[in-house]
């Protein structure tokens, strides 16, 4: 199947500093990915469709300005957390749409191992 | 909006007992239903899915079937094992309009199996 990978799968940073997290469909070709975030012991949350070639859409109550999204590329998503702070630590996952396999209700998503961030 | 909810856990068994993890969506189209399972430190996977009433999607000896009239998606394994110890999701993904494509995640569903 298709893979999806995310990088770094762990980051600690301190409070005020960026971090930027990378989303990259290996063996295919991305027009959407998606960003989540998962608390513990908590579903996901969609953050925000990244499309590629334009501005992302985020979903209600999520701050464009402090999370911001580039696709780049047709294999590449990045997530930049500005100014983070302590109540940004999350488990950040995204996933990936696999145009080759329609279906019914929408491509197929295939998502990454997720990113742990710790703002310290 | 979409929603889905799934039984509450954690759910303990023993190797080879039978499992039931119940899943209810609302939605305002007729959207597909999906289970995804996610392994310690792994990613989430696709188990399985249906795309319309009465279907049946069945993977790894796991099966729900699509009943549009009580809006379920319910899970089931007949005998299962160490290596289904995993938090199982069930979803949904809306066929057309502004929500086409995204999906909708219920909250999780951790699956303990002892020896």
């Known amino acids: 199947g298709a893979v999806v990978s995310q990088h770094p799968s762990r980051v600690i940073c301190k409070s005020g500093t960026s971090v930027k997290i990378e989303c990259r469909s290996l063996d295919f070709q991305a027009t959407t990915m998606f960003w989540y975030r998962q608390f513990p012991k908590q579903s996901l949350m969609l953050m925000a469709t990244?499309?590629?070639?334009?501005?992302?859409?985020?979903e209600q109550g999520v701050e464009k300005d402090k999370f911001l999204i580039n696709h780049a590329s047709l294999t590449l998503s990045t997530l930049t957390v500005t100014s983070a702070h302590p109540e940004d630590s999350s488990f950040y996952i995204c996933?990936?749409?696999?145009?080759?396999?329609?279906?019914?209700?929408?491509?197929?998503?295939?998502f990454g191992p997720g990113t742990r961030l710790t703002v310290t | 909006g979409d929603s889905v909810t799934q039984m509450e856990g954690p759910v303990t068994l023993s190797e080879e007992a039978f499992l039931t993890i119940n899943c209810t969506y609302t939605a305002t189209g007729y959207p597909s239903l999906f289970w995804y399972v996610q392994y310690p430190g792994e990613g989430l996977q696709l188990l399985l899915k249906a795309t319309k009433a009465d279907d049946k999607g069945s993977n790894k000896g796991f099966e729900a079937t699509y009943r549009k009239e009580t809006t379920s998606f319910h899970l089931e394994k007949g005998s299962v094992q160490v290596s289904d110890s995993a938090v199982y999701f069930c979803a949904l993904s809306e066929a057309g309009g502004t929500s086409y494509g995204k999906l909708t995640f219920g909250q999780g569903t951790i699956l303990t199996v002892h020896p």
């Open positions: 996933s990936a749409r696999d145009p080759r396999n329609r279906a019914l209700g929408g491509y197929e998503q295939y």
């Open positions: 990244s499309n590629e070639g334009s501005k992302a859409t985020y």
